[in-house]
């Protein structure tokens, strides 16, 4: 297991010197469910890593925020399944996959060829409790608040962003927001509404000519990872990363979950309650967590 960790998450942290080498903690950081390796630590070393990729000027490190379905949607897309296994890192955006990999750990601590249904359930509850209490809170990474943390860096380390998508003006009001919010400057940041208005072709060349240090592609789940993986090597970047909606929030077009929710990560059950049309996307948790009890 170890060593297919190692080949393919070599590149997440481009080593200073060939000597140096990754400690064993930092393999120890992964987690895989349905044959999609999540890295599980806290955010602060995911900054931290995407920190040091950032000073080294890595080139078409591609992060992705996967929550459950992510995970449903490539269960059902074999090829998604594999655009998943491409990126440089995966990083776990949902209560689900927290409860998913404590389950797990629980799992073997007390071995659950040995427990029964009752059992299990009991202790699938438990870890649920456990999770809505925050407990794993600092283990997760929403590609909305993933934003406000690489725009903080990027003034910090004078480097430069691109975003992409999230339909009609809500690039523009995005970063309008960040420039005010973050105070960086006009040279450092740079949008466009992507498709259908603008093509794959014009967008790759308005990237091109300005370079980015980060690129934030707002398509949506899986439309967003599909052409990155389409797009990738003709792209001059550093840092990519797909997020969702998260430009509605910023833009102003759309309230995000109060605190309270987040910090619970019952964020996409606020969503749903302000949009109830979203129930069908919705469908694909409670197909998560019957699939994770089937396969203890």
Do not use: C, H
Not at 122 to 142: P, W
Not at 211 to 240: C, F, H
């Amino acid at each position: 297991m170890q060593k297919r960790v190692v080949k393919k998450y070599q590149k997440v942290v481009n080593l200073k010197s060939k000597k140096e080498k990754l400690d064993d903690s930092f393999f120890l950081s992964f987690w895989k469910i349905f044959d999609i390796s999540l890295f599980s630590s806290s955010k602060v070393s995911l900054l931290k890593i995407i920190g040091e990729n950032l000073d080294l000027g890595t080139k078409k490190y591609w992060i992705a925020t996967v929550n459950p379905e992510f995970v449903m949607a490539a269960e059902k897309d074999r090829y998604f399944k594999q655009v998943l296994q491409k990126t440089s890192l995966n990083v776990i955006d949902g209560i689900g996959l927290i409860w998913a990999r404590e389950l797990e750990r629980r799992f073997k601590i007390q071995d659950s060829r040995f427990l029964n249904k009752t059992k299990k359930f009991l202790l699938s509850f438990e870890v649920g409790i456990d999770v809505l209490k925050g407990k794993y809170k600092n283990q997760m990474a929403s590609g909305a608040d993933l934003i406000l943390d690489l725009t903080k860096m990027a003034k910090e380390k004078n480097k430069k962003i691109f975003l992409l998508g999230g339909w009609g003006d809500r690039a523009k009001k995005t970063a309008e927001f960040l420039m005010s919010k973050f105070l960086i400057s006009n040279n450092q940041i740079r949008w466009s509404e992507g498709e259908p208005g603008v093509n794959s072709e014009e967008v790759i060349k308005q990237i091109n000519k300005f370079k980015p240090d980060i690129l934030l592609v707002a398509y949506g789940m899986k439309r967003q990872e599909l052409w990155i993986d389409k797009n990738l090597t003709n792209l001059d970047v550093g840092l990519v990363m797909g997020v969702g909606r998260s430009f509605d929030y910023y833009s102003g077009d759309l309230k995000r979950a109060p605190r309270v929710w987040r910090k619970i990560g019952m964020e996409w059950l606020y969503s749903l309650l302000k949009e109830p049309k979203r129930w069908r996307r919705q469908l694909a948790l409670p197909k998560f967590v019957s699939k994770v009890l089937k396969n203890k």
